[in-house]
């Protein structure tokens, strides 16, 4: 009876430290989303949302969408579609040739394939820090800087992905299935399309996922390769927008969901599939 | 590969195997070709092409002069550098002994059986991961803002005010903090990567075999004796890959001080990190060459990291 006590006693005391934990963790997005909605001169009275005589003491007719309106109104919209077609081409391109790759290293036994995996796992610490001045002396040279496929084409061969494609397929994708499929003669393309890809649907959501989080994030790659203001993605837009507008704190926040809320979503949709994605390097491999 | 009976490694398959459903010749590159192309232009070659460019001084990306090993001896007595390095490794270090602990110390309680909610706080701890680092970084100049910042009027409402002239408790108005950015940034970074790495132990903790727990229990372990002598061997795989995944990424460090302090290193260069050295040699100075000979000092720092782990594990392991 004492022994069952106790424990309840120190699941509560746990729950408690975790809610209070989880508020934390949860109030600086609250306060963001609040405060996106709020004029400049509520943002200065008040901490979260400003007090009034509606529901909850709340003046809720006091929040505005003037900060999203006047972001738009700045060529916000135009920085978000950017993102959303850099981010979205990066992870497709991406996630493909890293699989396509990945199912070479894992299936196909040729001269050089031993001198091919050892690369790949050699480029996998190469710290990315390395190849800024390089690669923009590259691009240079090759008449892509301020363009897009200059700021696409460098991520389209991530290391990483091939690496996790080739420990998932070699363990999803069984020999004979592909050998089947040969006998009943599907040519090599279909069978990657329409038997591996399949198999490893869950490492295909992830990496999508992550190349996708991976190039809407980025941040100094498009500040050192793109100069037009037209161009730019979020990320880029949003900390010139700082530098414009240090004051305007309402459309900074307003900018700042604009630019996460995406991302969020489409987490919440994939989260199972990206946390297992995340993790399997590390605890298969 | 196969079950299929297989020569000598290189040389041709068997006849058996190429008769019935045969790969037809080459098809291998076709799969490998995109991923080898676009690495051997943008990868190796720039690579190579950075070890040039470390040896010469360039105005912009066309004008360059040979300068031997200058740049590293430069680099060697430059003041600047080494403050970067020096601030780079606090930052480094906050990772390793505040965060990381923190994160497995939420892993283990997240671990707890007949936890309620699990998933649940797994994901909002998680969470502030999705957000990048430029959006954290603006969240941040605004949580971290003088008048109407948060955690400003958090400190107001539990000090009141003290110890500033106009009534207004700022972070930034105690000196300790405005003099060293760094534990601001530590901070920060606390709250965006604890539930990342926790992920990370929690999947960890998966490997833990609870019968040889529940062992130990019988045999009169207490609690740090079962942590110690069960849990963490059972881990340790995966937690030297978080120190390395962690360390690697906190020596890397640019968007949040860049952000955070509008490009400059900050008050007296405290909040300078490498990379950021790097970018300014790079791209606002103009000086490629000392930006990738920056870049390869910091490459040498991270693979003398690697290669001690390494050391270390090996040693665990005999």
């Known amino acids: ?285 | 590969m196969s079950a299929a009976p297989t020569p000598i490694p290189g040389s041709e398959p068997a006849p058996k195997r190429s008769r019935r459903g045969s790969v037809p010749r080459g098809t291998v590159w076709v799969f490998l070709a995109p991923f080898l192309l676009l690495t051997m232009v943008f990868v190796i070659y720039p690579l190579t092409q950075s070890a040039v460019l470390a040896t010469q001084q360039t105005y912009g990306p066309s004008a360059k002069t040979f300068v031997g090993a200058e740049n590293f001896t430069n680099i060697a007595s430059d003041p600047v550098f080494w403050k970067s390095v020096r601030n780079t490794i606090i930052y480094a270090m906050g990772s390793l002994f505040i965060q990381l602990p923190l994160a497995l110390m939420l892993a283990l309680a997240l671990n707890s059986p007949r936890l309620r909610g699990r998933s649940v706080y797994r994901l909002i701890f998680f969470s502030p991961q999705l957000m990048g680092l430029v959006f954290v970084s603006i969240l941040a100049t605004l949580m971290f803002e003088k008048q109407a910042g948060l955690v400003n009027q958090a400190i107001h409402m539990v000090l009141g005010g003290l110890g500033t002239s106009d009534g207004m408790t700022s972070w930034l108005d105690y000196p300790w903090l405005e003099s060293r950015v760094m534990p601001t940034l530590i901070l920060i970074s606390l709250w965006m990567y604890v539930g990342f790495n926790m992920v990370y132990f929690l999947a960890a903790l998966q490997s833990v075999d609870a019968s040889l727990l529940e062992a130990a229990e019988i045999d009169g372990a207490g609690p740090l004796a079962r942590f110690w002598h069960v849990t963490v061997p059972a881990i340790r795989p995966v937690a030297s890959f978080v120190v390395m995944l962690s360390m690697i990424g906190s020596l890397q460090l640019f968007e949040l001080p860049y952000v955070l302090l509008d490009g400059s290193g900050g008050p007296n260069n405290q909040g300078l990190t490498v990379v950021m050295y790097l970018f300014q040699s790079g791209f606002e100075v103009g000086d490629l060459g000392y930006a990738s000979a920056i870049g390869w000092a910091l490459s040498l720092m991270l693979i003398g990291l690697a290669l001690l782990q390494f050391w270390l594990m090996r040693r665990d392991e005999a």
């Not at chain 1, 901490?47 to 509606?54: E, H, K, L, T, Y």
């Open chain 1, 1 to 285: 009876m004492s022994v069952k006590k106790g424990t309840i006693a120190r699941q509560t005391l746990l729950q408690l430290g975790l809610v209070l934990l989880a508020i934390v963790t949860l109030v600086p997005f609250a306060w963001l989303i609040i405060a996106s909605l709020k004029s400049q001169q509520d943002f200065f009275a008040s901490a979260f949302f400003p007090p009034g005589d509606g529901l909850f003491g709340i003046g809720w007719d006091r929040l505005t969408l003037d900060n999203y309106a006047n972001l738009f109104g700045l060529g916000f919209g135009r920085a978000f579609i950017n993102s959303l077609f850099y981010a979205s081409t990066t992870a497709v391109l991406a996630t493909l040739i890293s699989a396509s790759a990945g199912y070479a290293l894992a299936k196909f036994r040729f001269r050089g394939r031993d001198a091919a995996t050892l690369l790949v796992l050699g480029l996998i610490i190469l710290p990315p820090t390395l190849l800024i001045a390089p690669g923009y002396e590259l691009l240079f040279k090759l008449g892509l800087l301020d363009t897009v496929p200059g700021l696409l084409v460098p991520f389209l061969a991530p290391a990483f992905g091939v690496f996790l494609f080739r420990q998932s397929i070699s363990q999803a994708v069984p020999d004979q299935l592909l050998e089947a499929a040969r006998i009943d003669g599907c040519s090599e393309i279909e069978i990657f399309f329409a038997i591996v890809l399949p198999l490893v649907r869950p490492m295909v959501g992830a990496f999508l996922l992550i190349t996708f989080l991976g190039m809407w994030n980025n941040f100094i790659s498009p500040q050192i390769v793109l100069q037009s203001p037209d161009k730019q993605p979020l990320s880029v837009a949003i900390a010139q927008l700082r530098g414009l507008y240090r004051t305007d704190y309402g459309l900074l926040m307003a900018g700042t969901v604009v630019s996460v809320a995406p991302v969020g979503v489409l987490f919440l949709m994939l989260q199972k599939q990206f946390i297992s994605g995340l993790t399997s390097g590390a605890v298969k491999g």
